[in-house]
């Protein structure tokens, strides 16, 4: 660490309270996060929304049925 730790986290500070009153002021828009929520029993019906999610997002997932077989069940069997 250096000797500007001090003043480095003070003006972080003073930003994310500046920020904040400018939320509750609503002169700016507060930042949106999805949270996705799923209630499943199974491993393909947790993977399934988590897939569509991250293609929404642009993340490559076509390539997972490999890593997806390997990791089934938490061993190295196949899925049948």
Known sequence: ?????????????????????????????????????????????TRDPIREYATSKGYNVSNQNNVDKKHYMGGYKQMR
């Open 1 to 45: 660490m250096t000797d500007l730790k001090p003043e480095i986290d003070l003006a972080i500070e003073r930003e994310v309270i500046e920020f904040r009153e400018a939320i509750a002021d609503r002169t700016e828009a507060a930042p949106v996060v999805e949270i996705l929520v799923k209630v499943a029993k199974t491993y393909t019906a």
